[in-house]
């Protein structure tokens, strides 16, 4: 038997006006995801527990199966464990991205305008952090370069005790009573407030302002966290374990979990993402050894903080066509019995624009043993509640998954 979870990221929503008052699942066309709601199990799962913020490492800890009241040290240390960064015991690690801000002279009175910077490319983001670090490193702080926006840093010594928004929470909304609070705020603010200087004449800027994209005008900290300590997948589960990710919180969790992580070439985390090449690796990870596979597809969330409900609804259908779809079919063309756990970890609500706490539906389907107990009833929010089913500790449902119980 073979086990795959596909995590459409932040694919829950709430009722979209732009599809008059559906849901992203209601509105997508999702026909293979469908068949498995029912032909398999479908119910719902609370991934985030009381207590803690509904962010991706988080919720898809849980989803992996793992107790984030027990493990959870923070992001960014996840993150850094992606890139390579090697943490020492009094090391602080903090998400870093490149946003950009509106102009206005003090920095205070700025407006998160896109906490992407566009979605700046890879490339480009890493002459930016390096010129950012060449600037701000220091005996204790370092800026290290990591995927599109998202990158790292490390304070030796740093401290916990702070209070830091994550940048998709306010996307649109005045900076002034966001900005970092607690242990090493005036040194953070001072870093952001530099950041501007640094990268307002870099090269890469320009040409993004050239061609009509939006620049990376500041960096934005948050995610704290210390060295991370997860029990070994495998050991855990007894199953040899891949995951496949564009997003290095993902391949960091894949790390630290002693799980392979997948570099997939052209894997982007947006709707541009390399769709078939994931499909592929997932399929190439199964046939080559791998028990379990994890496939995190990131650009339902990445659409829903941009408040974009016609791509959120493409990504939600490509994930169908292109991943779920070409796996069930590869794998009973080569007569390979499986188990597919399909969820969000998370609801990111186009309204809102950042992710929520609620319960997710989620799908475990068997090809040795469909039923025929949800049918007619289609892969969505409502319908996931009607079946009555309710996982209240979402770390538990990995061991359901696995038929551990």
Same mark, same amino acid.
């Given at each position: 038997?073979?086990?795959?979870?596909?995590?459409?990221?932040?694919?829950?929503?709430?009722?979209?006006?732009?599809?008059?008052?559906?849901?992203?699942?209601?509105?997508?066309?999702?026909?293979?995801?469908?068949?498995?709601?029912?032909?398999?199990?479908?119910?719902?799962?609370?991934?985030?527990?009381?207590?803690?913020?509904?962010?991706?490492?988080?919720?898809?800890?849980?989803?992996?199966?793992?107790?984030?009241?027990?493990?959870?040290?923070?992001?960014?240390?996840?993150?850094?464990?992606?890139?390579?960064?090697?943490?020492?015991?009094?090391?602080?690690?903090?998400?870093? =991205?490149?946003? #950009?801000?509106?102009?206005?002279?003090?920095?205070?009175? %700025?407006?998160? @305008? !896109?906490?992407?910077?566009?979605?700046?490319?890879?490339?480009?983001?890493?002459?930016?952090?390096?010129?950012?670090?060449?600037?701000?490193?220091?005996?204790?702080?370092?800026?290290?370069?990591?995927?599109?926006?998202?990158?790292?840093?490390?304070?030796?010594?740093?401290?916990?005790?702070?209070?830091?928004?994550?940048?998709?929470?306010?996307?649109?909304?005045?900076?002034?009573?966001?900005?970092?609070?607690?242990?090493?705020?005036?040194?953070?603010?001072?870093?952001?407030?530099?950041?501007?200087?640094?990268?307002?004449?870099?090269?890469?800027?320009?040409?993004?302002?050239?061609?009509?994209? =939006?620049?990376? #005008?500041?960096?934005?900290?948050?995610?704290?966290?210390? %060295?991370?300590? @997860? !029990?070994?997948?495998?050991?855990?589960?007894?199953?040899?374990?891949?995951?496949?990710?564009?997003?290095?919180?993902?391949?960091?969790?894949?790390?630290?979990?002693?799980?392979?992580?997948?570099?997939?070439?052209?894997?982007?985390?947006?709707?541009?993402?390399?769709?078939?090449?994931?499909?592929?690796?997932?399929?190439?990870?199964?046939?080559?050894?791998?028990?379990?596979?994890?496939?995190?597809?990131?650009?339902?969330?990445?659409?829903?903080?941009?408040?974009?409900?016609?791509?959120?609804?493409?990504?939600?259908?490509?994930?169908?066509?292109?991943?779920?779809?070409?796996?069930?079919?590869?794998?009973?063309?080569?007569?390979?019995?499986?188990?597919?756990?399909?969820?969000?970890?998370?609801?990111?609500?186009?309204?809102?624009?950042?992710?929520?706490?609620?319960?997710?539906?989620?799908?475990?389907?068997?090809?040795?043993?469909?039923?025929?107990?949800?049918?007619?009833?289609?892969?969505?929010?409502?319908?996931?509640?009607?079946?009555?089913?309710?996982?209240?500790?979402?770390?538990?449902?990995?061991?359901?998954?696995?038929?551990?119980?």
């Amino acid at each position: 038997m073979k086990y795959i979870v596909i995590l459409g990221d932040g694919m829950a929503d709430y009722p979209v006006d732009a599809f008059d008052g559906k849901t992203i699942l209601e509105a997508a066309d999702k026909p293979t995801i469908d068949y498995m709601a029912q032909h398999g199990e479908m119910g719902m799962v609370k991934t985030v527990q009381e207590g803690m913020k509904p962010g991706s490492d988080v919720a898809n800890l849980s989803v992996m199966g793992y107790d984030t009241k027990k493990c959870y040290s923070g992001r960014s240390p996840l993150e850094a464990a992606s890139i390579g960064v090697e943490m020492k015991d009094d090391d602080v690690t903090f998400r870093t =991205n490149l946003v #950009t801000l509106s102009d206005e002279e003090n920095y205070e009175d %700025k407006t998160m @305008l !896109d906490y992407s910077s566009g979605e700046i490319t890879t490339e480009e983001a890493a002459q930016l952090m390096e010129a950012v670090a060449a600037e701000l490193n220091t005996d204790k702080i370092k800026f290290y370069p990591g995927i599109s926006y998202r990158h790292l840093c490390v304070w030796n010594g740093g401290s916990t005790n702070v209070d830091m928004t994550p940048p998709h929470d306010i996307s649109d909304k005045k900076i002034t009573d966001h900005l970092p609070k607690g242990d090493g705020a005036e040194t953070f603010i001072e870093m952001m407030k530099k950041s501007e200087k640094i990268l307002k004449e870099h090269p890469v800027n320009k040409a993004r302002i050239a061609a009509g994209k =939006n620049p990376a #005008t500041s960096i934005w900290p948050w995610g704290e966290g210390t %060295k991370p300590q @997860l !029990d070994n997948f495998e050991k855990k589960f007894g199953l040899k374990g891949s995951v496949i990710s564009a997003v290095d919180l993902i391949k960091g969790i894949a790390k630290c979990a002693g799980m392979n992580s997948i570099d997939v070439e052209g894997a982007t985390g947006n709707c541009e993402t390399n769709w078939d090449g994931k499909a592929q690796a997932a399929l190439d990870a199964l046939l080559g050894g791998s028990d379990f596979v994890y496939a995190h597809m990131e650009a339902p969330d990445e659409m829903g903080h941009q408040g974009l409900p016609e791509k959120k609804k493409f990504a939600v259908e490509t994930i169908d066509k292109r991943v779920v779809k070409f796996l069930k079919d590869e794998l009973e063309k080569r007569g390979i019995d499986y188990r597919m756990m399909i969820l969000p970890d998370h609801p990111t609500p186009i309204k809102l624009k950042t992710h929520v706490s609620d319960p997710v539906p989620y799908i475990i389907y068997d090809s040795t043993a469909e039923t025929d107990t949800n049918a007619g009833l289609t892969y969505t929010e409502e319908n996931g509640k009607k079946t009555g089913i309710y996982i209240e500790k979402g770390y538990t449902l990995m061991n359901r998954f696995l038929n551990l119980d």
